[in-house]
């Protein structure tokens, strides 16, 4: 590589930054299928209800937040036989601050070797790093300490959007999510965050 060669970032998403409008959202731009936002696959890590942070009941809405203290979100975990899939987006350095601003309480992981493009011809992006984003040991526990205490849940918004972007992110992409993906073991609840 010459000295005025870049690095390529980009970032495999497989929850919410799925959805083009969320990770606009966090980066300030709307990612362009086909051109920066590319649906991938993602080997030997699976997707779980594995994130959970306490909340603060004032800071949220919905009939069933005095049931719950902890959301739970969607993180992954080394499996060596896994395939998940999700996409793959292009960011700048400032907008993957932003992203790492956001997906606070996650650490960032190379996983350059272990994406393939679902569409899309590979010789074609210039795709020198891709990360993606694994929960820390701390929001794992949170996690499941609301599980055993029986105050955890998915919020149905959270849950209602990482749906949606799989279901129209290529045919039967959806399907594959729920089938690569366990079940929750925290009901889904009418709670959502006031922004």
């Known amino acids: 590589m010459g000295a005025d060669h870049w690095v390529s970032t980009w970032v495999?998403?497989?929850?919410?930054?799925?959805?083009?409008?969320?990770l606009g959202s966090t980066i300030g731009r709307l990612p362009v299928r086909?051109?920066?936002?590319?649906?991938?696959?993602?080997?030997?890590?699976?997707?779980?209800?594995?994130?959970?942070?306490?909340?603060?009941?004032e800071r949220y809405t919905g009939s069933e937040v005095s049931s719950i203290d902890t959301v739970v979100a969607?993180?992954?975990?080394?499996?060596?036989?896994?395939?998940?899939?999700?996409?793959?987006?292009?960011?700048?350095?400032?907008?993957?601050?932003?992203?790492?601003?956001?997906?606070?309480?996650?650490?960032?992981?190379?996983?350059?070797d272990a994406v393939e493009l679902l569409e899309g011809n590979a010789a074609k992006f210039e795709i020198d790093a891709v990360i993606t984003y694994v929960p820390t040991d701390a929001p794992v526990a949170d996690y499941v300490d609301g599980r055993d205490r029986g105050r955890a849940g998915i919020e149905v918004r959270y849950w209602d959007l990482v749906n949606t972007a799989f279901d129209e992110l290529l045919p039967g992409a959806g399907e594959r999510f729920r089938a690569s993906t366990p079940e929750p073991d925290v009901p889904v609840v009418d709670v959502s965050r006031i922004e």
């Open 12 to 22: 495999f998403g497989y929850g919410s930054l799925v959805s083009p409008v969320s």
């Open 74 to 112: 969607l993180g992954i975990v080394p499996a060596p036989s896994a395939v998940m899939n999700g996409v793959i987006a292009s960011v700048s350095d400032s907008e993957l601050a932003r992203l790492d601003k956001r997906e606070r309480r996650y650490e960032r992981v190379d996983v350059t």
């Open 34 to 57: 086909g051109r920066d936002f590319l649906a991938a696959e993602l080997r030997g890590w699976e997707r779980r209800w594995n994130y959970g942070y306490l909340i603060a009941p």
